[in-house]
């Protein structure tokens, strides 16, 4: 966001939105304006539940505040007094009266849930004076020093940039010099203690005392809340998700209610529905006496809502410890979850036995919950079936495809946790995010251990495999993020004893250390020494139902790249209706057929080089009759070699020496060959369609290959039908020279064999000037297919090789939005495709025509090619499900658009 003067205010639109009990500005369709928290809390008033009253500043005001020099413009200023006033009204209390202070939570908010990212500030108001009135009002001093305590200690975290560990660390100090096991347990005086302990530090770390007025308490929390929309790891959890970093946020002021006040007081999180399998009955955790943050941030480990989650815990459950408050809350959750028609997850406090409802969200739910719970609300009417596939996101269906720890294999056990996300992995320990990152980035699997997670460790989570914590519950920051990236994690287990700075952890008889292996089973909490087995994944009855929906509503096909007959079966179990794309280089990789096709290239006489295309002839042909047979009579797109021959000649003096044995000869007739064939620039040199101008016996004994592998899957009862596609033409010249070499090799083998049979002969469109003259290329050509890889890498002229070290510069300066690589360049790329096609279906209205990039499976870009009336998308095998999911979703979103 640019940095510059603003003064006036925005013409548009109101800056602060009310909700109170007898005015609420706000509702779930402003969403983009209150962000997600503010709209929800509007939502939830109007319904009339006990929500405590508050006001939004619009996330608009953070785009402003960023203009305006990060400041908050004095406008907004004298309209967040005037809503404080309105709020003390409503609470009987004054914002700044040390007699009688309104104390308020001041909350980030943007328009979709992002979990720990941003900051937040409770009991702001406080000072030294107002707590003594607290105390007097509560007649409960203990509460109210706890209060200031946890006010100071959030503050100065937030606001001032304290650094957070050094206060925490004084806290752990007194408990421990006191040999407290909670925070409960702290007295009065101890509180005292460390209130001044926490404003000496302050004073120390910033050269000024604690703030004392509460007006700029309000103003800096406001401002802290806009500033941490670009703190770092809001920003990496933005770039995880694909979210836009120009959304800004919004931020709440809410009146505060206390779970802290005593015995009776409480507060917790709760889900509708198990986020965790889906199944239908009210779960989630609380903390008595204890503040909100607590929960979340896993602190301390929480107990369970329900006596069904107790796992034969001695501690009360909510449900036995404030039966008519659980009451209330399933009550509560049963209605927004009928409002919503989705699994809610509730943050609530109680406070003198009274229920209050914080925030309400969609959950985060791990693929197996989404599926269960998108197939049941089906069936309960609650939801249609178009809109079963909105609650399936296409990323939570590749949760479907982690691996899990082999049940048969031999494990020694070494803890057990709360399953708080599913998935079975293996790898090394490590005790830090910076760690994770690093091991990552050298391509090391590795386990993030901590005692709890915080936002900060984002990076850490991303790289890491799986996650450990030995404190929080399935609602820590641990849980939520993990769930929602669908990385495998266990949290809660209590039994380790974890010396980070050492870099140890101690678990009874066991003692590891960095570097260690251990495996992480999220789906039943357990941690076991070294390495396990893992299974792949099966896709059960919900998974095959949910997919027959989808593809109800799916016009655009889903195809899978796929060279090998194993890729080919795993394709059609995954649901693919045909192969897009086999790249027959790929199947020349082996020791054998290597020495075959060094022998062609080496080859001084033709008479040499057709000799050596004997040898591959059988092995093509085995490959292809595989292909057919695994497909069952899909269409299977088979491109003609593509890369310059000088990738299959060796390198290294060993390798040289090698081929020279088994070939004859000379090591130095071989190196003359390839340095003959090296080339300035190979990837728009002698390859794809130019070999056959220069060797058409290569395409010569591949099409052979293809035609005789369907005579042989004819005898065989089958009827396959061959789309042979012709790489890197540019003229419409070479087009129709290699289309008459393939048609007549084609017809020599169904003389030979007396069979006839269907084909196809089409060309891959990846030069600009292809898709400039499609309408040439059509007149020879029975399909098309986009290769947006290389129609990418010759449009913008940037190698997809060496992107990886400028691109993420262009992307974190906002340059460009995404890595074009990865979603479609609509206006320049996505131009030539748009010509393409027009062109093209101009001459020819029916044309099949396809991509078969690594776009083939990403959700903007199939909404694109879907817009195009493309006939069918080709990705890796394994991203089959998504990409089905998406080209659903994709074409009732355009077809409702229409």
């Not at 820590?476 to 380790?496: L, P, T």
């Not at 490959?623 to 060796?650: C, G, N, Q």
């Not at 044309?847 to 090619?865: D, Q, V, Y």
Request: contains cysteine; glycine residues 6%; proline residues 4%.
């Amino acid at each position: 966001m640019d940095k510059k003067s603003y003064s006036a205010p925005p013409l548009v639109g109101k800056n602060l939105y009310y909700f109170l009990p007898q005015q609420v500005d706000g509702s779930v369709h402003l969403q983009n304006v209150l962000g997600s928290k503010g709209a929800h809390l509007a939502e939830m008033i109007s319904m009339g539940f006990p929500v405590p009253p508050g006001f939004t500043v619009s996330a608009d005001m953070c785009q402003i505040f960023y203009k305006n020099n990060n400041q908050l413009p004095e406008f907004l200023k004298k309209e967040i007094q005037q809503a404080m006033k309105r709020l003390g009204e409503e609470m009987k209390c004054h914002f700044g009266d040390n007699n009688n202070p309104l104390l308020v939570s001041v909350r980030s908010g943007a328009r979709v849930s992002m979990p720990g990212m941003m900051d937040s500030i409770l009991n702001l108001g406080l000072n030294d004076e107002a707590v003594k009135s607290l105390a007097k009002q509560s007649s409960d001093e203990w509460f109210a020093w706890d209060c200031y305590r946890r006010f100071i200690q959030m503050y100065a975290d937030v606001v001032l940039s304290v650094d957070s560990s050094l206060l925490v660390f004084f806290l752990e100090d007194l408990k421990r010099l006191k040999n407290y096991k909670k925070d409960t347990e702290l007295t009065v005086e101890d509180l005292k203690k460390l209130v001044q302990c926490f404003k000496d530090q302050v004073l120390q770390a910033t050269g000024k005392y604690f703030p004392q007025d509460p007006e700029e308490q309000l103003y800096s929390a406001i401002s802290a809340v806009f500033n941490s929309w670009n703190n770092t790891r809001a920003i990496s959890y933005r770039e995880l998700n694909n979210y836009h970093h120009e959304w800004g946020t919004a931020v709440n002021v809410q009146a505060m209610v206390f779970g802290n006040k005593g015995e009776d007081c409480a507060t917790g999180v709760a889900f509708s529905r198990n986020p965790s399998n889906g199944e239908k009955h009210l779960v989630g955790e609380f903390l008595v006496n204890a503040q909100g943050e607590d929960v979340v941030a896993g602190v301390r480990t929480p107990l369970p809502v329900t006596k069904a989650m107790a796992n034969g815990k001695i501690e009360l459950t909510l449900e036995e410890r404030f039966p008519s408050v659980f009451k209330n809350l399933n009550t509560v959750c049963d209605r927004l979850e009928k409002h919503y028609k989705d699994v809610q997850d509730i943050e609530f406090t109680i406070e003198k036995n009274r229920l209050w409802i914080l925030q309400t969200r969609s959950a985060k739910r791990t693929f197996k919950a989404a599926l269960k719970v998108a197939l049941d609300m089906l069936d309960e009417e609650l939801i249609t079936e178009k809109e079963t596939l909105f609650r399936v996101h296409p990323s939570a269906i590749e949760q479907m495809l982690h691996p899990s720890l082999d049940p048969k294999a031999q494990k020694i056990k070494m803890t057990q946790g709360l399953a708080a996300s599913p998935g079975g992995v293996s790898g090394r320990i490590v005790f830090s995010p910076e760690e994770a990152f690093q091991a990552h980035s050298r391509g090391e699997k590795v386990i993030l251990v901590r005692t709890e997670t915080s936002p900060e460790d984002i990076k850490g989570m991303i790289s890491a495999e799986g996650i450990v914590t030995t404190r929080g519950g399935i609602t820590s920051h641990a849980a939520v993020v993990a769930r929602g990236m669908g990385k495998c994690c266990v949290v809660g287990c209590d039994e380790v004893n974890l010396d980070e700075k050492s870099g140890q952890m101690k678990v009874g008889k066991y003692c590891l250390k960095a570097g260690d292996i251990i495996s992480v089973d999220g789906s039943t909490g357990e941690v076991f020494m070294g390495e396990v087995p893992t299974l792949e994944p099966q896709m059960d009855d919900n998974f095959q139902r949910f997919m027959s929906i989808v593809d109800k509503y799916s016009k655009m096909r889903v195809r899978a790249n796929a060279d090998h007959p194993r890729e080919a079966k795993t394709a059609r179990q995954f649901g693919a209706q045909g192969i897009g794309l086999c790249r027959t280089e790929h199947m020349f990789f082996g020791d054998e057929r290597i020495i075959s096709v060094r022998k062609m290239i080496l080859a001084g006489k033709e008479r040499e080089r057709e000799e050596a295309l004997e040898e591959l002839l059988p092995m093509q042909r085995k490959d292809f009759s595989a292909l057919f047979a695994a497909m069952k009579d899909l269409p299977v797109t088979i491109r003609l070699l593509d890369p310059p021959l000088h990738e299959f000649l060796p390198h290294r003096d060993m390798e040289i020496k090698e081929l020279a044995e088994k070939t004859n000869k000379k090591e130095e007739t071989i190196r003359e060959r390839v340095e003959a064939l090296k080339e300035t620039n190979p990837m728009l040199g002698h390859r794809g369609c130019r070999l056959a101008i220069s060797f058409p016996e290569i395409y010569q004994m591949q099409v052979r290959a293809i035609a005789e592998a369907v005579c042989e899957r004819m005898d065989q009862g089958e009827s396959p039908v061959p789309e042979i596609m012709i790489p890197l033409v540019m003229l419409e010249s070479e087009l129709k020279f290699i289309k008459e070499l393939v048609e007549q090799e084609i017809k020599a083998v169904q003389e030979e064999k007396q069979k006839t049979f269907k084909y196809l002969i089409g060309t891959m469109i990846e030069l600009p000037r292809a898709a400039l003259v499609a309408d040439e290329l059509a007149n020879h050509a029975d399909f098309f297919s986009f290769g947006t890889n290389d129609l990418t890498q010759t449009t913008l002229g940037i190698s997809r090789d060496d992107c990886g070290k400028f691109l993420p510069s262009y992307v974190s300066e906002n340059l460009i939005s995404e890595d074009p690589f990865a979603t479609v360049d609509q206006k320049g790329v996505g131009f030539l495709i748009k010509r393409g096609v027009k062109l093209a279906r101009e001459i020819k209205p029916n044309m099949k025509i396809g991509i078969c990039g690594e776009h083939g499976a990403e959700e903007k870009s199939i909404n694109f090619f879907n817009e195009l009336g493309l006939n069918y998308i080709s990705c890796s095998a394994y991203r089959v499900p998504v990409a089905r999911l998406i080209a659903a979703r994709s074409h009732i979103g355009h077809k409702e658009k229409k």
